[in-house]
């Protein structure tokens, strides 16, 4: 969908009103991709990133598209499905490579001695550089911002992209921004900066499409949202076989219900409780909601209206005209 200039001087003052808030200064638009502007700060660190190892485990992703279920299985998986460390918050088993690009707390840091964010929040890179190799990482950044070890194949670690339903991510990414990253304005407008490619990490399409268009490279592993939903112990299957572990049926079984939704929902080490107790405490959000709402396919129905349906189901038929690639 292309916008006019009106329109998307209009949509970066939303953008700017409901999302420029304690921890995001702004957004810059990088290779074609919208970001914090935090991540300028991070983005030569990330490109000269030194992958040690082609045993490196990258779980990549658009947000709210499935990653942290991922996460939780690929850590159990090349952990032996030690429960007991498991335990542990999973900012701190699997990090997230650029967090603090999304949640900026140096002025806080400064300003606030009382304020105490965990190591793998208040410095992403610094923790994520901390690891000894092999090492599992989340991120949510495209192609062409990965490493450049990665991007020219000098290096091949093993690379799981997951991805979900445009309509579906959308709603999901809403909660999520106003739990967490404190966005204060409505759905509506929030569809609209979807669709403008204007939210952190679009546009969407864009982001799926070159690992999408890797998938057949053998250190590259493509999971749909939608496929653990239809059938959880064949995608665990699936990605033990890539990660090359073996799995017997009894553990595939305890992983099926371990990764449940019923089970992630109570499980504090994955579902982000701690992070939303930290912000409500030191009042960065105020905004009552879970980090895991639904976990099914459709979610969108209950709250786009055929209006906004109607429009993402346009826009992305003109996406995928051409592509072999499928919602299912």
Known sequence: M???????????????????????????????????KRFEDMQEDIYNWNVLSDKDVWISSFPKTGTTWTQEMVWMILNNLDAVKGQENLGFRVPFLELSAIFDHRESIKNNPDFDPPEFLADSIKYCKSLKSPVCLKTHLPWCLMPKHIQEGTRKPK?????RNPKDTCVSYFNHAKLLEGYSGTFDDFC????????TYTPFWEHIFPYWERRHQSNILFVKYEEMIKDLP???????????????????????????????????SV????????????????????FMNSGTVGSHKTKMSPEWIEKFDAWTEEHLKGSLYSLE
């Open 271 to 290: 579902n982000y409780d701690t992070l939303v107790e930290f912000n409500k405490k030191h009042n960065l959000t105020n905004f009552d909601g879970a």
């Open 192 to 199: 609209r900066l979807f669709l403008a490619g204007k939210l």
């Open 159 to 163: 690379i799981i992209y997951v991805t």
């Open 234 to 268: 064949t995608v665990i299957r699936r990605v033990a076989q890539f990660l090359e572990k073996d799995l017997t049926d009894q553990q595939v079984a305890f992983l099926t219900d371990h990764l449940s939704f019923a089970s992630m929902k109570k499980n504090r």
């Open 2 to 36: 292309v916008s006019t200039d009106n329109e998307d001087a209009e949509l970066d003052q939303i953008l700017d009103k409901h999302f420029k808030n304690k921890f995001r200064s702004g957004y810059v638009n990088i290779k074609g991709f919208s970001m914090p």
